[in-house]
């Protein structure tokens, strides 16, 4: 066992002092690297790239998903921020009661309509569309951005300033 650590690290010189505990904790063969990477890795070099390459083959993310994911994270933020505030009932069924985000644009994270959960899984599962008329009129006032100016009222501004 330590032979081939050896033969695969050339360590031969800490071989013969190295303990069971200095071994890489998953295959048992290779040492642990010792070059001041985090002392808390039990895995060697090998193992450690094979468990990153597994983790990530299991975590495929789909374009539409990472879409998703950002423009909700997005939205929490505003949410946070109490930028964007649930209306008094759902959006769906009409009842009070604790409402969740629902988007209908993942390009448009401030286009929020409110629903229940139970709703809101059914609103997706039917692709049922909904009115966005007060959804609209939330994510103009959500947003921090002031409204673009026109040139012609930015240069009016300017000329009744200096008329002062
Ligand atoms: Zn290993
Ligand atoms: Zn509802």
Partial sequence: MLAEACAVKRFCDTVDTMSEQQLCTRCKKNPRPNNGSDPRRR?????????VKE???????TD????????????????RRGKLVPPGACEWCH??????????????????IWLHPACRR???AKGAVLDQGPALIREVAASTRSPRRKRSEILAAKRAKEGQ
Avoid at 64 to 79: H, L, M, P, Q, T
Avoid at 96 to 109: A, I, K, T, V, Y
């Fill in 43 to 51: 895995w060697c070099n090998s193992c450690h790239a094979a468990y």
């Fill in 55 to 61: 983790w990530r083959a299991g975590r495929t993310v």
């Fill in 64 to 79: 539409e998903g990472r879409r998703r994911d950002i423009c909700r994270s997005y939205a929490n933020v505003y949410k």
């Fill in 95 to 112: 009842e009070p009661g604790e409402l969740q985000m629902h988007h209908p644009d993942f390009d448009r994270p401030l286009l929020v």
């Fill in 122 to 124: 059914e609103v997706e």
